[in-house]
C-alpha cells in the first residue's frame, strides 16, 4: 500500500472526520429505525444485505478504483482463518443488529462500551499473557458502569441485554483471533483487503441462516414494498451505509492516526446515544446516564493505561495489545 500524503489539508481531514461520525451513528440509527421502530424484524436479512453491499462496494474499491492494492491470498490455511474470523464477525453483527429490537440505542452503546474488557479476558485466556495492573483495574469502572445502567434502564429487556453482551464479547474474540491467526508478515492483511475477503463469505454463511431462521423475510418485503416503496431505498441506504463505516474507518486511521480512531471512537458512542434519544425519545434515567458515563470514563482511562505499554518492546506484548493498531472497528 502507498504510503498517505505526510500532510493533509484541515477541511479534508474534518471531512473525513465528519464522514465517519455521520456513517457510524448513521447505520446503528437507521438499524435501530428498521428493525424497532419500522417494524422490519429481520435482523439476520438486514446483516446479509450489509456484507453484500460490502462486497460489492469492497470489489469496486480495491479491483476497479484501486484505493488500496490487492493482497492475494497465499494459502488455503489463511483462507480458512479468515473465514473462522468471518463466521465470528456474522455472529457479533447478527447479535448487535437483533440487540436493537429490544433494547434503545443507549443501551445497546453502554454495553458495547465494555469491549475492552471481554478483549483483555480473551487476550489472557488464549495468550496466557497478562497485561499491566493498571490496565486490569481501568476495566473495573467499564463493567460497573454497564452493572448501574442496566440496574437502572426503563427500557431494560433481558433477551435484548443477552445477545447485546454476547454480541460484544464475539468482536472482542474476533479481535484477538485476528492478532493471533493473522499475525505472521505473510498473512497480514489491511482492513480494506479483509474486509474484501470476508465480506462474501459473511453472504454465504448468511443466505442458509436467513432462509432457515427467516424463510419469511422476502415476501415480508415484497409486501412491505408495496405499501410502502420508502423501504427500498432505506435498505439500500442503509446498506450502503455499513461499507462507508468501514471505508471512513481506514481512511481516518490512513490519514490522521489510529490513537485518533480511537479517540473518536470514544466520543463517538456518547453521540450517538444523544442524538438516539433525541430521535427515538427512549425513557431514560439520571442513574442510568451516570452509569454511562462512568463506563466511558473506564474507556479512557484503558486507553491511557495502553498507552503507557507503549515502551515496552513489541515482542514481549500481549497479541491483542501488540496488534491493536491493526484491529478492525466494525459498525
Known sequence: MQ???KRTSGLFTLAIVAAWYISNIGVLLLNKFLLSNYGFKYPIFLTMCHMTACSLFSYIAIVWMKVVPLQPLKSTSQLLKIFALSAVFCFSVVGGNTSLRFIPVSFNQAIGATTPFFTAVFAYLMTLKREAWLTYAALVPVVLGVVIASGSEPSFHLFGFIICVSATAARALKSVLQGLLLQSDGQKLNSMNLLFYMAPMAVLLLVPATLIVEPTVLAVAARKAGEDWGI???LLVNSSTAYFVNLTNFLVTRYTSALTLQVLGNAKG??????SIMIFRNPVTLLGMIGYG???AGVV??????KRTSSIKPDRLPVALSTRRKLIHYY
Open 3 to 5: 504510503d498517505p500524503p
Open 232 to 234: 427500498v431505498p432505506l
Open 270 to 275: 456518547a453521540v450517538a446515544v444523544v442524538i
Open 294 to 296: 462512568i463506563t466511558v
Open 301 to 306: 482511562l484503558y486507553s491511557e493505561a495502553k
